[in-house]
């Protein structure tokens, strides 16, 4: 259960799908904010949830080179 008030989980939620990102992008970074939301997190967990998100982001490369 999440400590985020809906709105906010809801807003992430379509600020995700508008990014053409996977729905476990949106669970990822719910889970951290509801993590920062109930307690102080080091430096470490800050990385940790930061590379968990970062997973999770797909990025697609089409086209070629804009060099000439």
Do not use: H
């Given at each position: 259960m999440?400590?985020?008030d809906h709105e906010?989980?809801?807003a992430v939620q379509e600020?995700?799908?508008e990014a053409g990102q996977p729905d476990?992008?949106?669970?990822r970074i719910e889970a951290w904010l509801n993590a920062m939301s109930t307690s102080?997190?080091?430096a470490t967990d800050e990385?940790?949830?930061?590379?968990?998100?970062r997973?999770?982001?797909t990025v697609n490369v089409t086209g070629g080179s804009d060099e000439d």
């Open positions: 999440s400590n985020l906010v989980i809801k600020a995700v799908r476990k992008v949106a669970k102080e997190l080091s990385q940790g949830y930061l590379e968990n998100v997973a999770a982001i």
